[in-house]
Structure formats: C-alpha cells, structure tokens
C-alpha cells in the first residue's frame, strides 16, 4: 500500500517541531453523534458491545489525509491560547442517554461559532471514563448561538472526561487545531475496570487485529495493523472517514489525548489486511487503543493497550 501526504507547509512545520503528538498516520480518530464510531458502554475486554456497531451510528464522512495535529497540547486543559471549552454540566445522569451541551469561547470570550472542517466535521467530541472504558466518538451538532449538544449513550458511575476537538476558520485561533476538555461526574457507585495488560493481538465481531512494529517516546516508529479473520487476511475494508482505519489514544493515568489521522484517501472496498503507519506518542506508559474499521457497512471498534517506553 502507498502512501501520499498532503500536508500543509504550516503542519509540515509543525510536524517537525516535534511537539507534542507527531504523528503520520494511516489511521483516524472520528465519529458523529448519529452516525458514529461511538462505543456505548465498552468495557476493557477484548471484544466491543454490540451497540458498537449498529445500524444509524457508522456513516462516512471524508477525511484530510496527511493531517497533522502536532500542536493542539495533550487534551487536558480546558483553555488554551484564549480558547475556552465551557459547559454548565458538572454532573450527568447513569444508566441513561444524556445531552451534554457546551460552547467554545475566543479570546474575546464570545461564543465562537464558525469552524473549518476537519475530515468533513466541524466539531469532534469525545468522551471516556477515568479507567479508560466507555468510549464514545461524536459529532455533534451547533445551535446559531454557538451551543454544541452531544447526544451521549449511557453512561456508567465515575468520572468522565469529555474532550472537544476543533479548528477555528476565523480570529487569531484560525486554522489553528485545538482539543481542550473537562470532567464530568456521573454519580453512583463507581466501579473501576483494571486496564488490560498490553497485548499486540485483539478479537472484535470475529475479527483478529494484530499490532506489529514498536512505539516509542519521541521516535517515530513504523507500525502495522493486519485484520484477519478465521485465519484468512481482510481485503474488504471499506472506506471509513476517508480512510481504512480510525485511530485514537488515550494515555493510562492522566487521560492525555492523542489523535491519529490518515496519510492516504481509501478508494474502493478493497483496503487491507495490512495497515501501515508511523506513530510518535509524547510519554511513557500504557495507552488504550481504539481502532475502528468497516466492512460489509458495519462498523467494528477493537480495542487494545500498547506499552510505550
């Protein structure tokens, strides 16, 4: 498989900056609300709930291939160059679907309401619980005021970090990427899942994915996803965000963000078994992965920790 990147000068900069996630990548980190590479419930077994991947939660929508976000920071702060993510939501409900709603502020603290897009959407959000379960991917929608509501699944007891990914197309945020975030609590008795140990090989709807190659602090390294089933390589893979793959991580411990995006446009429904990318993550530790791809229109999320040293 090739690859071409289509970077722009400022992200080919950025890139070789090296700071913070650099990455370039075969794989990308998108969902929408409606239609979704949300993971409603997951837990930190090798195999997604069903939810994952049912009907009305898996439509494409474009990607930028060879974008690069190496600039947008670690995810964890709610503000950041005169950007603010604001929400009046310091709790949600358990056990239920729930709309989170929020805004983003510029510099001149009004509501900012016009976004560039990124891989066909003006706005990426994404929510998962402290122990790195629950995975949910959206894209919500924006009010004329400026007011986003994501429509969230069911949400179990703990604490949850919600995370909005974005790029103003105006101000002095323009074309600059962002991804700020806040916690959330969800009140009841909070049972926390251990995280799996680090594996390199993962089952998801009947699906083997297989992580080959070495991730490294600071180094770009090769690396390969290979999907298989019952034994026989995958060359089914349909377009999924542009691409063939969908990729994000989070960091075991402080829930640091990483978003990994596509270097090449998926054409036809023939990609795979082999998905090869170059991954830079900016600490040590574990990080949970969530990969997402498509075949025969369904949607499938694999889930799997990588040990970086």
């Not at 919600?162 to 991804?179: H, I, L, N, R």
Request: net charge negative.
């Amino acid at each position: 498989m090739s690859f071409s990147s289509r970077l722009s000068p400022r992200r080919r900069s950025l890139a070789a900056s090296g700071t913070a996630v650099v990455l370039a990548v075969t794989l990308a980190a998108c969902g929408s609300s409606k239609d979704s590479g949300s993971m409603p419930g997951m837990d930190h077994g090798s195999k997604p709930s069903a939810s994952a991947s049912s009907a009305g939660m898996d439509h494409d929508h474009g990607s930028m291939p060879g974008m690069d976000h190496g600039d947008m920071g670690d995810g964890l702060a709610d503000a950041k160059d005169g950007y603010k993510l604001t929400s009046t939501a310091a709790e949600l409900p358990a056990g239920k679907e729930a709309a989170y709603t929020f805004r983003i502020a510029g510099p001149d603290g009004k509501p900012v309401t016009g976004f560039a897009e990124e891989q066909t959407k003006r706005m990426h959000f994404y929510a998962i619980r402290s122990d790195l379960t629950g995975f949910q991917h959206l894209h919500p929608a924006m009010a004329a005021d400026g007011t986003w509501t994501a429509d969230l699944a069911a949400l179990e007891p703990g604490t949850w970090r919600t995370y909005a990914s974005f790029t103003p197309d105006s101000g002095p945020g323009k074309g600059k990427d962002f991804v700020l975030s806040r916690t959330v609590t969800v009140p009841g008795d909070a049972q926390q899942t251990p995280l799996p140990k680090a594996t390199d090989t993962v089952e998801a709807d009947g699906y083997t994915v297989t992580l080959k190659g070495m991730a490294m602090v600071g180094m770009a390294h090769p690396m390969t996803v290979s999907i298989s089933k019952e034994g026989k390589p995958v060359t089914d893979l349909q377009p999924y965000l542009g691409t063939y793959a969908h990729l994000t991580a989070f960091h075991e411990g402080d829930q640091t963000f990483a978003h990994l995006h596509p270097e090449t446009e998926a054409k036809g429904d023939n990609g795979g078994p082999d998905l090869a990318f170059r991954a830079m993550l900016p600490k040590a530790g574990n990080w949970r992965l969530f990969l997402q791809f498509r075949t025969g229109g369904k949607l499938h999320t694999a889930a799997l920790t990588l040990s970086v040293g």
